[in-house]
């Protein structure tokens, strides 16, 4: 990762961790309504998103494989618009359901 | 960046018999049975010393993999000392425990709290003989240490989306360095590694090895399946992680980018510098419940493996730390360590403000040797020194599991 250490606010929010992906990783808390640069491109960010949540970063169809590190994460269950928050809600494990305190998981 | 100069001169050992280095010199008081933890714990508390630390195993049934563990931590080469508590009646191998202990060199001592004459003379008689080992132990003369006789262990827990792109490579990175020193350090939790297991026989320094490595990783997958739970917790979610084979990515570069030469498990000692796979997935059919109920199972069993000190990195904070061992945590998430810095030794997450890896790698790989010559990690400064020891099954590793040179 590339970055000299002065101003964290100047760096651009959204972090591509390998040229594959199809989602990106949020460098810090960004608010609903933010205007961020995706690929090149000015966007508007529809819903907040935390530090460490993935975005997608184009228009994914369910069944796509999503890729992190340039390797597959899971399988979209549903399909997500660019921009969209990319979690339990959307996308499945390939091996193991993800399970939350209340019970519920990641599966269909 | 070229691998950093060690600072290893400053770096001190006490010998043992076995001709390892230990980076500290550890009372161990182990209760053999449940039944003698209270007893075990107020000899520890009432010592009023730091340096004597609490293990033990709480079941009356006997088990051949926790009498081997008790055997490996119990001659630890950070133990000086141990002292064993029996309740008197259960099922664990005393006897073959203390002559273990004895044939290292090392002072060992049982109390049986049935002829001791209950609570407060076992106690009494245990404080005496804390006492005495400490006094011993205070006469003995380190001995300098270099790099190529450390062992390091890597764990995570409480892991986040932060966890993979910060924490996790910087140790990475401090792991390739004492690689090159020649140290050998253990990464694990084969169960947190499903999904990265072509990956991961790729590196192996042998294709038999590489097979050994994805049938290990496939076993994990069974087991967890079995259990109804992958590893991932509810935080892990909360943090922004989604699936356990992203978890496992972002676990997965705590190894760094070395060749894997071995994979070995609970209780084995890696035979010589490298990088080794630890398997703590039990073999056989599941018995005995979850592999690792939580984060200190698996510090227990990297330290049974030799680990001097545990690098633990986590995004959504954990505190603890562990007995016989220090651990030093890595902090993945910029957030948590504002939150939580009293407990945290490395923010890593000021890579997510535009620190680089290298730099934080770097801090790692500096503290690990100052922590080795005796400054305290955070968790030890603070007394955290949880232990947990649990049943399971384990079969020998096969020669496939360890190429010669």
Redesign the interface.
């Known amino acids: 990762?590339s970055?000299?250490?002065?101003?964290?606010d100047q760096?651009p929010p959204l972090?591509l961790?390998h040229p594959d992906d199809n989602i990106l990783?949020?460098?810090?808390d960004i608010a609903a309504g933010e205007r961020v640069e995706l690929d090149g491109e000015s966007f508007l960010i529809p819903a907040a998103v935390?530090?460490?949540?993935?975005l997608a970063r184009r228009a994914l169809t369910a069944e796509t494989r999503v890729l992190?590190?340039g390797?597959?994460?899971?399988s979209m269950k549903t399909a997500a618009a660019r921009g969209e928050h990319?979690?339990?809600h959307n996308?499945?494990?390939?091996?193991?359901?993800?399970?939350?305190?209340d019970g519920g998981t990641?599966a269909h | 960046m070229n691998s950093p100069d060690p600072a290893s001169s400053s770096m001190k050992g006490f010998p043992r018999k076995d001709g390892r280095k230990g980076i500290r010199n550890v009372v161990a008081v182990a209760y053999l049975v449940e039944c003698a933890h209270h007893v075990s714990r107020l000899i520890v508390q009432r010592s009023g010393a730091d340096d004597v630390h609490l293990i033990g195993f709480p079941g009356c049934y006997p088990n051949k993999y926790s009498l081997e563990m008790m055997q490996r931590l119990c001659t630890h080469p950070n133990v000086g000392a141990v002292l064993l508590v029996s309740l008197g009646c259960e099922g664990f191998n005393r006897e073959q425990l203390r002559k273990h202990i004895a044939a290292s060199g090392r002072q060992v001592d049982l109390l049986v709290i049935q002829q001791s004459g209950g609570t407060t003379r076992t106690l009494n008689a245990g404080l005496d003989v804390v006492r005495r080992m400490r006094a011993e132990l205070a006469k003995q003369a380190q001995v300098p240490m270099a790099l190529n006789e450390l062992i390091v262990g890597t764990v995570c827990g409480g892991s986040d989306g932060t966890s993979g792109i910060t924490a996790n490579p910087a140790v990475g990175r401090c792991f390739d360095w004492l690689i090159e020193n020649d140290a050998a350090c253990i990464f694990e939790e084969t169960g947190e590694l499903i999904g990265c297991e072509r990956i991961m026989a790729s590196r192996a320094v042998t294709p038999e090895l590489g097979r050994e490595i994805e049938a290990c990783v496939d076993k994990a997958a069974n087991y967890y399946r079995i259990m109804g739970y992958g590893s991932f917790a509810p935080g892990n979610a909360e943090g922004g992680l989604t699936t356990l084979e992203e978890k496992s990515m972002g676990a997965y570069s705590k190894s760094g980018s070395s060749p894997i030469r071995g994979l070995i498990k609970p209780g084995d000692v890696p035979p010589r510098g490298g990088l080794y796979l630890l398997d703590v997935v039990p073999d056989g059919e599941p018995r005995f419940g979850f592999p690792n109920i939580s984060d200190n199972a698996e510090i227990v069993e990297l330290i049974a493996c030799g680990s001097h000190l545990i690098l633990f990195t986590t995004g959504r904070g954990s505190v603890v730390g562990s007995a016989i061992s220090p651990v030093i945590k890595v902090c993945a998430n910029p957030d948590t360590y504002e939150r939580m810095a009293d407990d945290m030794d490395v923010n890593a997450g000021r890579i997510l403000h535009g620190a680089e890896l290298d730099d934080v790698g770097r801090e790692i790989f500096d503290l690990v040797q100052r922590v080795a010559a005796g400054e305290l990690s955070k968790s030890e400064a603070l007394g955290h020194q949880e232990f947990i020891l649990t049943y399971k099954q384990f079969e020998p590793i096969g020669p496939a599991c360890l190429p010669a040179a």
């Not at chain 1, 970055?3 to 964290?8: D, E, L, W």
């Not at chain 1, 996308?91 to 305190?101: A, K, M």
């Open positions: 990762m970055g000299n250490g002065s101003g964290s760096l972090l961790l990783v949020a460098r810090r935390e530090l460490g949540h993935k992190k590190y390797a597959p994460i899971g990319v979690h339990l996308l499945r494990s390939d091996y193991i359901p993800s399970t939350t305190r990641d």
